[in-house]
């Protein structure tokens, strides 16, 4: 019993699973290349990294890479080097450009002339159609359950089958998906296919410190929070003594803005936050996650995860066959 076939572009994946795109630093090329050699899409995040280091990225992600894999770029608008990241990426032909947190009319005509599939993160079935009217190849719904930041209050499996109904092209469903059980019901819904980032988040291969990954295992159901970020959309994150100083005080000291956001609230430094975390320092850093992230008990190479995410949605299906015989 196999997966159907994911196609997005020239991209037919052994699975249908996409690796989220996670910064900063969680997931460059180690990881990305891991899932790819796995048999799903790996994901660079260019988030928080230069140009040069995000090339350099791309590069080691090919080069690692066995044979048919595809490694793509997550490049997020709000950034005020997003359109510089993304020529640079299609200039490394990448095999896909996802992007999130605004849409762009540009992208897709730079997406198009290369002729490189650009995806869209959406929340809504009105995002999907505009993208798709606009030229994305394919949207990734994300919904509440999430991590990082999130354009939406709604579960992902009430804004999926909408989104299917109002699209020609593949619909990838995010947020909240962690089992091949997750995996069977998005696919019984209408989607084409899932993205996955905590999960792939707490791997031997991610590129996180271990002591992000740690404070993943270690989180309870109760550790996971919403606050509002200086991009304006609330994080899903892990309390720890960041959140806590957030939650208190209406404004932390910013060291050296960086003017990384083309709109920033300056309450605080989001991106030197996120390089605190990846520098190590979990507890005055941010830590992103996912609403489950306190189900995830261990970690495991890559190739395993997708291996028992192959075993729970074949044992879904056979149970769900045998119920309905």
Known sequence: MNFPRLQIGHMTPKVPIMQG?????????????????????GTISGTGISVAEMREHIRRAKKAVNGTGYIGVNVLFAMSDFAEKMKAALEEKVDFIISGAGISRDMYAWGREAGIPVLSIVSSAKL???????????????????????????????????VVEAVKIPVIA??????????????????????????????????????FKQKYIDARIEDTLLLKTTVGLPGRMIANSL????????????????NCLKNCSHRFCLLESLFTT????????????GA????????????????????????TLKLKKSLIS
Do not use: W
């Not at 209408?190 to 590129?207: I, K, L, N």
């Open 21 to 41: 795109g996670m910064g900063v630093g969680i997931s460059l090329s180690r990881l990305a290349a891991a899932v790819a050699n796995a048999g799903g899409i």
């Open 278 to 289: 990846v520098n190590g320092d979990v507890e005055n850093g941010i830590v992103f996650a």
């Open 292 to 315: 489950r992230v306190n189900e995830i008990t261990d970690i495991l190479p890559v190739q395993q995860i997708i291996d028992n995410l192959t075993e729970e949605y074949e044992r």
């Open 128 to 162: 999907a159609k505009i993208s798709e009217r606009l030229g994305a190849a394919a949207v990734v719904v994300e919904g509440f359950e999430a991590g990082g930041h999130l354009g939406t209050d709604r579960p992902m499996f009430d804004i999926l089958p909408e």
């Open 174 to 211: 995010a947020g909240g998906i962690l089992t091949g059980e997750d995996i069977a019901k998005a696919l019984s819904v209408g989607a084409s296919g899932v993205q996955m980032g905590t999960r792939f988040a707490a791997s031997v291969e991610c590129d996180a410190p271990e002591a």
């Open 243 to 258: 959140t806590d100083s957030l939650i208190s005080q209406d404004k932390l000291k910013i060291s050296h803005c960086q």
